[in-house]
T-cell receptor
Framework: AQRVTQPEKLLSVFKGAPVELKCNYS??????LFWYVQYSRQRLQLLLR??SRESIKGFTADLNKGETSFHLKKPFAQEEDSAMYYC????????????????FGQGTILTVHP | DSGVTQTPKHLITATGQRVTLRCSPR?????VYWYQQSLDQGLQFLIQ???????AKGNILERFSAQQFPDLHSELNLSSLELGDSALYFC?????????????FGPGTRLTVT
C-alpha cells in the first residue's frame, strides 16, 4: 500500500520569504510524484511532476528516494501563491503498469502575507 | 469549455436519499476517476473507469456505485446517504489512464447531506 504524508496542515510565510512544503511518502516500488494546487474556489491543477523536472511558477521539487521525500520549494513566495497544496503519488501495480489512481496527502494550506 | 465538467455544482439532500453526480471528461480522454474530498479524510480515490470498464477501486463504499457510458461520461451514484457523505466530489479524466498520463480535474460537486 502507498501513503503520502504532509506534516503541516497550515504554513504561513511573508512575501519574499522562502517556502518549503513537506511531503513524505511510503511505497515499496517506483512511484511517480506530483504536486497539485487548489486556489480558492478553483479546481485542482497540476503544479509539477517529478519526471518532468521542470519549474512551474518558480516552484521546484526534487524526489529524494533515500529520504522518500518530495518537498516543494520556492525561494521567494508571492501573495498569489496562497492556496491549498497537495502532494500525490501514483504507483505501479504488480504487473509494472499503473491505472493512474492518485494517492493524496492531507494537503497544506499556504498563506503568504504581504 | 473543453475541460472536465461536473453537474450539479451543489446538491443538498436528506439522509437516506439517493443522488447521482455526473461527469463529462475532456474531449478525447478515455479514463475517468472519482475522488472524494472531506475535512476528515482529505482527498481519497474512489473509483476509475477506462473506456466503459471499471479499472481500479479505492475506498468506495458499497452504497456508492459508478459507471461510464458509451459516450464516456460517467455517473457516481450515492445511495442511503448519511451525514458523513457530505463532501466535495471531484471527477478527473486522462487520456488513457496509464502511467505518465496527466489527470485533469473538474470543478467538483459539493454534496451536503442534512
Amino acid at each position: 500500500a502507498q501513503r503520502v504524508t504532509q506534516p503541516e496542515k497550515l504554513l504561513s510565510v511573508f512575501k519574499g520569504a522562502p517556502v518549503e512544503l513537506k511531503c513524505n511518502y511510503s511505497y515499496s516500488g517506483s512511484p511517480e510524484l506530483f504536486w497539485y494546487v487548489q486556489y480558492s474556489r478553483q479546481r485542482l491543477q497540476l503544479l509539477l511532476r517529478h519526471i518532468s523536472r521542470e519549474s512551474i511558477k518558480g516552484f521546484t521539487a526534487d524526489l529524494n528516494k533515500g529520504e522518500t521525500s518530495f518537498h516543494l520549494k520556492k525561494p521567494f513566495a508571492q501573495e498569489e501563491d496562497s492556496a491549498m497544496y497537495y502532494c500525490a503519488l501514483r504507483a505501479r501495480n504488480a504487473g509494472g503498469t499503473s491505472y493512474g489512481k492518485l494517492t493524496f496527502g492531507q494537503g497544506t494550506i499556504l498563506t503568504v502575507h504581504p | 469549455d473543453s475541460g472536465v465538467t461536473q453537474t450539479p455544482k451543489h446538491l443538498i439532500t436528506a439522509t437516506g436519499q439517493r443522488v447521482t453526480l455526473r461527469c463529462s471528461p475532456r474531449s478525447g480522454d478515455l479514463s475517468v476517476y472519482w475522488y472524494q474530498q472531506s475535512l476528515d479524510q482529505g482527498l481519497q480515490f474512489l473509483i476509475q473507469y477506462y473506456n466503459g470498464e471499471e479499472r481500479a477501486k479505492g475506498n468506495i463504499l458499497e452504497r456508492f456505485s459508478a459507471q461510464q457510458f458509451p459516450d464516456l461520461h460517467s455517473e457516481l451514484n450515492l445511495s442511503s446517504l448519511e451525514l458523513g457523505d457530505s463532501a466535495l466530489y471531484f471527477c478527473a479524466s486522462s487520456r488513457s489512464g496509464r502511467l505518465g498520463d496527466e489527470q485533469y480535474f473538474g470543478p467538483g460537486t459539493r454534496l451536503t447531506v442534512t
